[in-house]
């Protein structure tokens, strides 16, 4: 079964470029009935999804961070990444990688989650 | 993007049935909008429970049933367990490939 493992610093300065990356196992990232998400959580907050990014490349991202997020996939890898930039302390959270259940007919959200890596944004 | 809304808190005694529900700031929760409901205990990543509004993912309990009530996604717990208390978070898909989670309800069982 499909495993996702996210790794990356723990602590991240203020105005700095926080970098995560999620390393898939047990099965191709290049699957053409999912989506590859980050997702993070604040502490003592809800979730909030970050974007998502197909095995192509086709990413598309939350209004809300589109300014400062990119997310890549390397196939030959079997990763893809998270970068957000310009953080803040509000960006200290609990992030998650998922796989997303998700083609153009249809969306059926999240079916396999990472355990969780948390980032902490302080100087 | 529209925000989405669920109840920050709710409560139910064991074997009792109770409603959580997911709506939008702007307009109504449709089958397009393939509401999907996840349930994360303290410390533990979410895991999916309910898919495309009404789908039991693999290995949940038939207790757990979702529907549209109105205008708005709901998750129903019919025979509500201890080890139910849990947060749930509900997740809508807005159109261009935006997804949104709503805030969240921890749910209480006592």
């Known amino acids: 079964q499909v495993q996702l493992q996210e790794s990356g610093p723990g602590l991240v300065k203020p105005s700095e470029t926080l970098a995560l990356t999620c390393s898939v196992s047990?099965?191709?990232?290049?699957?053409?009935?999912?989506?590859w998400a980050w997702i993070r959580q604040p502490p003592g907050k809800g979730l909030e999804w970050i974007g998502n990014i197909y095995y192509t490349g086709d990413t598309v991202y939350n209004p809300s961070l589109k300014s400062r997020v990119t997310i890549s996939v390397d196939r030959s890898k079997n990763q893809f990444s998270l970068k957000l930039g310009s953080v803040t302390a509000a960006d200290t959270a609990v992030y998650y990688c998922?796989?997303?259940?998700?083609?153009?007919?249809?969306?059926?959200?999240?079916?396999?989650w990472g355990q969780g890596t948390t980032v902490t944004v302080s100087s | 993007q529209p925000a989405v809304t669920q109840e920050s808190s709710l409560s139910v005694s064991p074997g009792g049935t109770v409603t959580l529900t997911c709506g939008l700031s702007a307009g109504s929760v449709s089958a397009d909008h393939y509401a999907s409901w996840y349930q994360q205990t303290p410390g533990q990543a979410s895991h999916r429970i309910i898919y495309n509004t009404h789908t039991r993912s693999s290995g949940v309990p038939a207790r757990f049933s979702g529907s549209i009530l109105g205008d708005k996604a709901a998750l129903t717990i019919t025979g509500a367990q201890a080890d139910d208390e849990a947060d749930y978070h509900c997740?809508?898909?807005?159109?261009?490939?935006?997804?949104?989670f709503g805030g969240g309800t921890k749910l209480t069982v006592l």
């Open positions: 998922a796989r997303v259940q998700m083609t153009i007919y249809y969306f059926y959200g999240v079916d396999v």
């Open positions: 997740l809508l898909f807005v159109g261009s490939g935006v997804s949104v």
């Open positions: 047990g099965g191709p990232i290049g699957s053409s009935a999912h989506y």
